[in-house]
């Protein structure tokens, strides 16, 4: 029997608990998901520890933009593995590439060595290589258990094709974790088109924010963005997709 997993991205703890609530099998904690994400405070994960028992997987990325790090950045991202890895995590989401568009091996080798025990999955950095099918080869060899990827695109339905070939050529080695653009609707139509099992969504609604007094003429941070605006996992969202894999689980 087939095992289907949804994971679901977080950056909150009230987003943890949501996802939880819902039915996600694991989440992805980050920080600043609105730039990608960024790797998540040491408390964050703590807080949502001691109010859910849900499996965590820290997403480790030192700042925004490429995946080429240097050698301070890398050493802080090698450390936030050692942290994790002694905070009790259930994995980490990682992923290093030299400037010709390849994956690190090198730099990989020292942070998969580092995870020990843990889960580790390649993240988006994948979506970001030459050579998908040869970085795909590459995750194997080095005992990489997942990949998430949008099929080198930027949603998942537009890489659909690629994303098919990868989940056969990846056979029972190492999952492929379809991301990007995920719900319900398109898990349903993955699930009919492709072979693929697992999903990672961030099932997230608009809430408003609670403040009375709003300065509007002032952005502290992204300008396309309001201050007062809030993104948030809803449960229900969560639950309408993980509705549709039980549903294909049985049957």
């Known amino acids: ?101 390849t994956l690190d091996v090198e730099k990989m080798e020292e942070l998969i060595k580092e995870a020990g025990d843990m889960h580790v999955t390649l993240h988006r950095a994948f979506d970001m290589t030459k050579d998908p099918f040869e970085t795909l080869e590459l995750a194997k060899k080095l005992g990489i258990k997942t990949i998430l990827t949008s099929g080198q695109k930027n949603n998942a339905r537009e890489g659909k094709e690629l994303i098919k070939e990868l989940v056969e050529k990846a056979g029972e080695d190492i999952e492929i974790l379809v991301g990007s653009g995920v719900n319900a609707e398109v898990i349903k139509e993955f699930l009919e088109d492709t072979n693929a099992t697992s999903y990672h969504m961030s099932g997230k609604i608009n809430l408003d924010s609670k403040m009375e007094y709003r300065k509007e003429d002032v952005s502290m941070g992204l300008p396309m963005m309001s201050e007062y605006t809030i993104c948030q996992t809803s449960s229900e969202k969560i639950r309408e997709a993980k509705e549709v894999l039980n549903s294909a689980l049985n049957k």
Do not use: W
């Open 1 to 101: 029997m087939k095992d289907y997993i949804l994971e679901c991205c977080v950056d909150s703890v009230e987003s943890a608990i949501e996802a939880d609530k819902g039915g996600a099998d694991r989440i992805e904690l980050a920080a600043n998901l609105i730039i990608g994400g960024t790797s998540p405070s040491i408390a964050l994960y703590n807080e949502i520890r001691r109010q859910s028992d849900i499996k965590i997987f820290a997403l480790l990325r030192p700042r925004f933009g490429d995946f080429h790090y240097t050698e301070n950045e890398f050493k802080i991202l090698k450390e936030e593995v050692a942290m994790f890895r002694e905070a009790g995590a259930d994995g980490v989401v990682i992923g290093c590439l030299n400037t010709d568009g």
